[in-house]
């Protein structure tokens, strides 16, 4: 018993930043220019949105539901935004100003409206998010009619593109690490978290406590869809241009990002500061392939089989927790 529970301990604790040390170290010896500085702050540029988004991805999860339209509210978010941002009647700080708060706002509407139909009409979650994800995109292709807008603020673009401590960590990179450190704080400090935690354990039991899961599923999605909203604004920041098919395919990375980081798909179990080494892993694996010259095609299926592996691991983790009184205890993290 005491060797399974340590080894399940390592699992838990140590297995992420484990493998993501060991693909450190290889690619830092088969990799040229791995260890540079610039590509070293490339590394931070790339996992910065996917993080943002895991980071409300994660809370989704550990409720026990599923939110597959991020990366088509970030895009919509992100063209309400460029649009108001350049808006000719606007001066450059009455446009960034009304156009990040519209663009948060945009991001939570679409979280409250992807809860509020999934709890008030009991319908699984994949099934309204598939839909809010078709909405959205739409929805951002009509509004910009399916063009590219150009001219954001450059206030906005230099804050996208500026770094600090030897030119190493982007500003952009910084907002991804406030939120990781806001995330895993509510969850493991306050009420709220405790009880996200309990509902993806135990809805039941919850609701027969006198809690209702149902606001507190409305409240996770709104935190998916806010972190959207900021996954929009710091595209915009980046890429300096708002473009209607931006975002496609990132709602898979965040999720792949949490399984990674050790959240588990049934909810009850997972963090974000996981999350964040998850994203990490992610863009580590990917920048390296790039730098060995693997092609697209192969890093697609070595992404998707390290979400397989992650999968598996998960289900080898709640064997883990179900066959040891002990373990169980340890549910939140």
Known sequence: MQLKTALYRVLRDAGIGLVLILMLVFFSLSADHFTSLNNIKNVFTQI??????AVGMTYVILAGEIDLSVGSVMALAAVVAAKIMTDPSLSTAQGLILGIVVALG?????????????????????????????VARGAALYITEARTIFGLPKVLTDFGGGTFLRDIFPYIFVVALVLVVIGQFVLSRTVFGRHIFAIGNNEEAVRLSGHNPGRYKIVVFMIAGLTAGIAGVIYLARLTVATPNLGSGFELNAIAAVIIGGTSLSGGR???????????LMGVLTNGLILMGVGDFVRQMVTGLIIVVAVIFDAYRAKFTLGSPMIAEQGTD
Do not use: C, E
């Open 106 to 134: 945009v991001g939570t509407l679409s979280g409250f409206l992807n809860g509020y139909v999934t709890v008030r009409w009991k319908l699984p979650s994949f099934i309204v998010t598939l839909g809010m994800l078709n």
């Open 270 to 280: 997972g963090s974000v500061i996981g999350t964040l080494l998850g994203a990490t």
């Open 48 to 53: 910065t949105i996917n993080t943002i988004l």
